[in-house]
């Protein structure tokens, strides 16, 4: 028998209060660890779950970017102890201090856990094992929210105060706006498989912020087996699902593993809706691709998280939305495009609306037919950031990001070697400029 030192730390959420907000996890210390069949394996810890609830979250991190082992978990039952069940290492994100365990559902007669590594961690592995509690509502129905102006209407919503009514998920305190121009599914893999899918959403939320770190739940919204669309970060805000190139995108993440299962009719259906109320509220054209700036590779508006793994500048590969799923992107993307609301002259109108910018005046492009390569002159009434993106005549954008202008002249420069030829008009923030301001990119 050989002894080593492994530093656990403990928190056991029994519901929904105040202490599921809490970042900072009292430690359980214990050295006597032993090596088993080339395993250190820790002491048996006891655990109650507190009913009532319909699973436990159990994940893990360790502040230490050193560790490149395995790490395995079991669960101990009446009957006895269950199977090691492997936690996989989650891939790298723009929280650096940590590596990260992903989480796994723990029945509620769960009596103690156990944890196994192939080589120790030098930092305290933390694990949070999480008690959504029961969900008043497991299958909740909400209302439609319409917006003005698009005859892609917005589906109907679960809101944060509908899928965590005690108010104990808070938002993301700091928001940072984006201009969205891409599309990216996701898939939640290695979630709970409840049916109280409040409860997963809950669970999911924990995870991202206590254990993962972050501000809040990564995704801007996600989508149930019932085809139910919750709200995650909103609209317009710049999540954390993308591998650190998050700008210029929302994340639309529905629950279940796709590489092994298949999506359910009414979770499709959902998407279909949805993505056809972002794609037309931003007159982003799925069924092509164009420059993303964040990742700087020419992307499909609506994309698979996979799909950046083909940037040199991920920080991660994943095989996220799974084959089951990222195998339907192409059937959804002509499904959307076939939809009345997305008929080409309606994005049209959309941007032929001139009304020119108040804060940019005296606007010239130069020079204008150009290769790809001109610069944008303008007057700033004020200092503003603007996101620029250029559009074509069908409706297509393509993202220019975002700049700084100081109050007075301005002169930025624009270097798109892959732009197709063509006529394009100028936008910023989401408005047309002027219809005298083309931009014309020939060969």
Avoid at 26 to 55: G, K, R, W
Avoid at 119 to 136: A, C
Avoid at 195 to 222: C, E, K, M
Avoid at 370 to 391: C, M, R, T
Wanted: aromatic fraction near 10%; glycine fraction near 6%.
């Amino acid at each position: 028998m050989k002894t080593s030192f492994l530093s656990i730390c403990l928190l056991l959420f029994p519901l929904l209060g105040d202490a599921q907000t809490e970042k900072i996890n009292p430690a359980v210390v214990f050295s006597d660890t032993v090596l088993e069949d080339s395993f250190f394996v820790s002491q048996s810890i006891a655990i109650h779950l507190a009913p009532p609830t319909p699973f436990g979250y159990l994940s893990a991190y360790s502040e230490t970017h050193q560790f490149q082992g395995v790490l395995y978990q079991r669960s101990k039952f009446t009957e006895g102890w269950s199977d090691w069940q492997k936690m996989d290492l989650v891939p790298a994100d723009e929280n650096t201090d940590r590596i990260v365990f992903q989480g796994v559902s723990i029945p509620t007669e769960v009596e103690a856990i156990q944890f196994k590594t192939s080589e120790l961690i030098d930092t305290p592995l933390n694990y949070r094992l999480f008690n959504p509690g029961i969900s008043d509502n497991k299958n909740p129905v909400v209302s439609a929210i319409r917006s003005k102006g698009v005859s892609c209407e917005q589906p109907a919503i679960c809101d944060r105060d509908c899928w965590c009514p005690d108010g104990n998920c808070p938002t993301d305190q700091t928001p940072v706006s984006t201009t969205v121009t891409h599309i990216i599914i996701h898939h939640s893999a290695a979630n709970t498989r409840s049916n109280d899918f409040p409860a997963v959403i809950r669970s999911i939320w924990d995870f991202h912020a206590n254990t993962r770190g972050w501000d809040d739940i990564g995704y801007n919204w996600l989508i149930d087996a019932n085809g139910v669309i919750y709200e995650g970060r909103g609209a317009e805000r710049l999540g954390a699902h993308f591998s650190c190139m998050n700008e210029e995108t929302v994340g639309i993440c529905l629950i279940g593993n796709f590489e092994e299962d298949k999506p359910t009719e009414a979770a499709l259906d959902a998407l279909q809706q949805f993505v056809a109320w972002e794609a037309h509220k931003g007159a982003i054209d799925i069924t092509t691709n164009g420059y993303h700036a964040s990742s700087q590779i020419e992307l499909d508006f609506m994309a698979g998280h996979r799909d950046a793994s083909l940037s040199p500048l991920a920080c991660s590969s994943t095989i996220c939305p799974g084959e089951n799923l990222y195998s339907e992107l192409p059937i959804l993307r002509s499904a959307i495009a076939a939809m009345p609301c997305m008929a080409i002259e309606d994005s049209i109108e959309v941007l032929t609306s001139i009304n020119e910018l108040e804060f940019m005046k005296d606007m010239q492009v130069f020079p204008n037919p150009s290769n790809g390569e001109f610069s944008l002159s303008f007057y700033a009434e004020e200092n503003i950031q603007a996101s620029l993106s250029l559009i074509s005549t069908n409706g297509t954008s393509f993202n220019l990001g975002q700049r700084d202008a100081q109050q007075g002249d301005n002169l930025l420069f624009f270097s798109i070697p892959f732009i197709v030829p063509g006529i394009y008009f100028l936008r910023a923030n989401g408005a047309a400029i002027s219809e005298q301001e083309q931009v014309v990119i020939i060969d």
